[in-house]
């Protein structure tokens, strides 16, 4: 195989890991690259809700017992479920 070959192939060059090293830390196309540190990357961008009304109807819907997800329909259209659900 010629040594461009080599190169190019990515299963060759995870057998080389030296190899691969040595060529990051010469590249000037590497060296070139600016980087810059982007924070912050982990906070969520969901807003917060301070409505006390938003807040009550949330209370109310998390507070309810029954939710209906119309499995019985369900099992009565497929018998052979009803035993798993």
Do not use: W
């Not at 060296?31 to 807040?55: H, M, T, V, Y």
């Not at 998390?62 to 997800?69: H, P, R, W």
């Amino acid at each position: 195989m010629s040594t461009t070959a080599t190169r190019l192939n990515p299963f060759v060059l995870m057998l080389d890991p030296e190899a691969v090293i040595s060529a990051m830390e010469t590249s000037a196309n590497l060296r070139g690259i600016r980087g810059r540190i982007c924070r912050p990357l982990d906070k969520p961008l969901i807003p917060k809700i301070f409505d006390a009304a938003a807040r009550a109807y949330d209370a109310v819907i998390e507070a309810e017992d029954f939710i209906d997800t119309g499995s019985e329909l369900y099992c009565e259209a497929q018998p052979a479920l009803a035993s798993v659900h």
